[in-house]
């Protein structure tokens, strides 16, 4: 068979790839190696994780604020095996959309591991053993991450643990130790914080969710505090061991003192690593950079092998479900001989524990490293009626402008459906907006996006309304 494009890689990033070639009238193909389609997001990630989430949130909601509305329960327990069984089937429909489209779409599907014969045929190694070769005049490397181990610290995938086993737990840890206070630790450790687990995170650096604005990150580490969270910051993890039920972490704080916790389950959350093992790369020409883990790309994500192509996680920047669907929809276009664009400081980031924590744009601390002036607003989620009608004030929204132009350079919320509320920043600073203009748009009330007009009212001109 003779394709146009063929991708590798069937997450965010491949699939959405797939479509947007089909759409522009290229002949498609896909590769997924495993049965089935969506890549470590829609399977063992993104989609998984947030069902469990949200279950999760719904119990502790039940179990701590129910009364104070006026609802009450007894005999109110967990059922974890259907939570899961329910997070299962909330893939299972995700994971058939996919299918779906590539079939709306008229995307040829292949199972089985893609590699490179040459640059412009590739080999599909199926389960069974056999195998087929097809021709690819562009090819679309999507191959994803995995998550990432430390090299003196055994995971034995029962009680030493990664996310991918944390979506399936049968029980509810008494004490969970999770290494690592980035974003796929906190969230995993909220689900089962929420069920009634103590969580302990040990992070190296001083603070948790350290690439996002310092001041997100202590709100954070201060409100899940309150629900049986302990932070070990500034802790460098030397080991882990199991005995029995029982998992030991040993560390060293810093000041050079040891340190250890005993949990029954360990989570290792230290961040993912790009995969690209089996796709042959080294039959066409190309050496992976930044330590042997990413595949080199141009402005236009090219490889510098022509027509070969990488997107995602594979390649350098955040790994985030929604940068690799940009960008697969970008290489679509350049092949297609369209000229898209992506701006990469304008790609938000989110947590999802709850309050969310969302971002885009410059940090507080990014601007004083640059010398960059600026003004700052921000707004507590106490002063809104609508988070107080909810029961949800712990957060705030920070806008940070240009001092000079007023233009917005980042916005940094903690809150109530900041992860939804971010997309309104966005949108505003792809436009230039100033921290003017959304002061002087109206906002519905109440609502949450309030809180997004009073900081920017406060960093034009120290103007909130309601404080």
Known sequence: MEFEVVVIGSGPGGYVAAIRCAQLGLKTALIEKYNTLGGTCLNVGCIPSKALLDSSEHYHNAAHTFKTHGINLTNLSVDLPQMIKRKNEVVEMTTAGINYLMKKNKVTTYQGLGSFVDKNTIKVGKADGTSEVIAAKNVIIATGSKPTSLPFL???????????????????????????????GLELGSVYARLGAKVTVVEFMDSIIATMDKSLGRELQRVLGKIG??????????????????????????????????????????????????????????????????????AHLETPVKGVYAIGDVIQGAMLAHKAEEEGVFVAETIAGQKPHINYSLIPGVVY???????????????????????????????????????????????????????????????????????????????????????????????????????????????????
């Open 154 to 184: 055994q995971i034995d995938k029962k009680r030493i643990i990664t996310s991918t086993e944390a979506l399936n737990l049968q029980e509810v840890p008494k004490h969970l130790i999770v290494i690592g206070g980035g974003v796929i």
């Open 229 to 298: 969270f302990e932070f070990m910051v500034g802790h460098k993890v030397t080991g882990a061991s199991v005995k029995g039920k029982k998992v030991t972490v040993t560390a060293e704080n810093s000041k050079g003192e040891k340190v250890s916790f005993d949990g029954d389950y360990c989570i290792v959350a230290v961040g993912r690593t790009a995969y690209s093992e089996g796709l042959g790369l080294e039959k066409i020409g190309i050496k992976l950079e930044e330590r042997g883990k990413k595949i080199p790309v141009d």
């Open 353 to 467: 524990t709850w309050p969310e924590v969302a971002a885009v744009g410059y940090t507080e601390e990014q601007l004083k490293e640059q010398g960059k002036k600026y003004k700052t607003g921000s707004f507590p989620f106490k002063a809104s009626g609508r988070a107080r009608a909810s029961m949800d004030t712990d957060g705030f929204v920070k806008v940070l402008a240009d001092a000079e132009t007023d233009e917005i350079l980042g916005v940094h919320m903690i809150g109530p459906r900041a992860a939804d509320m971010i997309a309104e920043a966005v949108v505003a600073m792809e436009f230039r907006a100033s921290a003017e203009d959304i002061g002087r748009i109206s906002h519905a009330h109440p609502t949450f996006t309030e809180a997004f007009k009073e900081a920017a009212l406060a960093a034009t001109d120290n103007r909130s309304l309601h404080m």
